[in-house]
C-alpha cells in the first residue's frame, strides 16, 4: 500500500486529526439541533395520529434512528478496530475508543423507548424475541468493549483485545437487523427500508428522517469531540498538544507532528514493515 | 509476505470462522429462534405439546366473544391455513382487535383450546393517518387512492 498516495490517510495523525475536527465540530452542532428541532416539530404537530396506536406511535422518531444509530456505530466500530489490529494505526484506536459510550447510549435509548412503546401496545415490556435479544447483546458488546479497553494499564494491550471482541461481535449485527425475516419475531417487521416503499404515511416518513439525520450529526460531533480530547490525552507531553490546549495549533506545528506521526506508523511508510 | 498482511488474513479469518460458526449455531437453534409458532405447525404436530408455548397469528374476524361481567374472552388465533381456539382472563393489549396481529402464551387444554395466561398485540408495521384509514374504509379502496398527509 502506497501510504502517501491516499490523501485521507494524514488524518491518522492525531495532529492533522484534531485540526480537522476542530473545524468541523463547531457546524455540526448548530446542524444537529437545526434538524432535532425540524424533526420534533414535524414528528409532534405535523404528522398525524395512526389510526391503531393514536399519538403512541410518535415514540417511534426516536426509537427508529437511535436503533439505527447503535447498529451502525458498531459496525463503525468494528471497522475501526480492524484498521487498528492490522495497520496498528493509533488514531483508528482512538476513533473506536470514542465511538463506544455513543454507541451504548444509543442502543440503551433505543431499548427503552422500545420498552415504553411496547407496554401499552404489545401489551408487555419486554420478551425474548430474538431482535430484543440481539439488540440487548449489542448494548453488552458496547459496554465490553469499554471495560476490555479500559482493564488493561498498557493502552497498545488494551486497544487490542478490545478491537478483537469489537471484529467477533460484528457478527450480532446481520443478526439484529435480519431477525425479523428470519425468525417469528414479536418486533414487527421493516417499515421504512422495504423494497415496495415505506410503509408510513409521508410526513411521517419526513418527520423520521429529520430525526435520523440529527443522529446521525450529533453522534459526529460527540464523538468526533471526544476523539479529540483522547487524541490530546494520548500525547499530552508533544508540541501540538500543548499549543492545541491552549487554542493555538499552527499549521507548522501541525505538520511536523503528522511527520513524527508517519515515522512512528512505520508499515504506511512507502517501504512497509520494518 | 509482509506481519500486516498477515494480521489481515487473520482478521479477515476470525471474522469468517465466527460467522460461519454463528450461522451453524442458529441453524441448529433453529426452532429455539423462533419466538412462536403458527396454528398450522400447532394442526401439523401428531401430539399436542404439553408444556408452556406461543402461537402466533391474527385474531380470527367476528371469533371475538367476551363474557359479560368479567374480562374473560374467548377468540381463534387463525394463519388463513388453520385456527385454533384461545380463551384469556385478563387485561388485553391496546393494540388488541380482530383481523390484527397477535401472540398467545399458554398451553394446550386436553379439549384443544388454548389456555393463554398472557395475551400481546404484534404491530404490522403500517402506519397509517387516521382520517386515511376512514377515507380507505369510505372508499374501500387502497393506500394509492388517497393522496397525501
Partial sequence: MKGRSIPWLKFTAPASFYALAQRLVPWLWPAAALCAIAGLYMGFFVAPPDHQQGDAYRILFIHVPTAWMGMLLYLLLAVYGAIFLVWRIKMADIMARAIAPTGALMTFLSLWTGALWGAPTWGT??????????TLILLFLFLGYMALHAASDDREKGGRAASLLAIVGAVNVPIIYFSVEWWYNLHQGVSVMRSDGPSMADSMVAALLLMIAAFWIYAGAVVLRRAQVEALSREPRTEWAQAAAVGRLTRDQRQ?????????QQPLGPEGEA | MKKRHQRLFLVLGVLAGVSVATALVLNA?????TFFITPSEVQ????????HFRIGGLVEEGSVERVEDSTKVTFRVTDT??????????????LFSEGQGVVVEGRISPEGV????????????????????????????????????
Fill in chain 2, 29 to 33: 437453534f433453529r426452532d429455539n429462534m
Fill in chain 1, 256 to 264: 511536523r507532528a503528522a511527520a513524527d506521526t508517519a515515522l512512528d
Fill in chain 2, 81 to 94: 391455513e388453520s385456527s385454533v381456539p384461545v380463551s384469556f382472563e385478563g387485561i388485553l393489549p391496546d
Fill in chain 2, 114 to 149: 388454548f389456555q393463554a395466561d398472557n395475551v400481546m398485540a404484534r404491530h404490522d408495521a403500517e402506519y397509517m393517518p387516521t382520517a386515511a384509514k376512514e377515507a380507505i374504509e369510505q372508499a374501500e379502496g387502497s393506500a394509492e387512492d388517497i393522496g397525501d398527509y
Fill in chain 2, 44 to 51: 401439523a404436530k401428531s401430539e399436542v405439546p404439553d408444556r
Fill in chain 1, 125 to 134: 415490556f419486554w420478551v425474548w424475541d430474538a431482535r430484543l435479544t440481539s
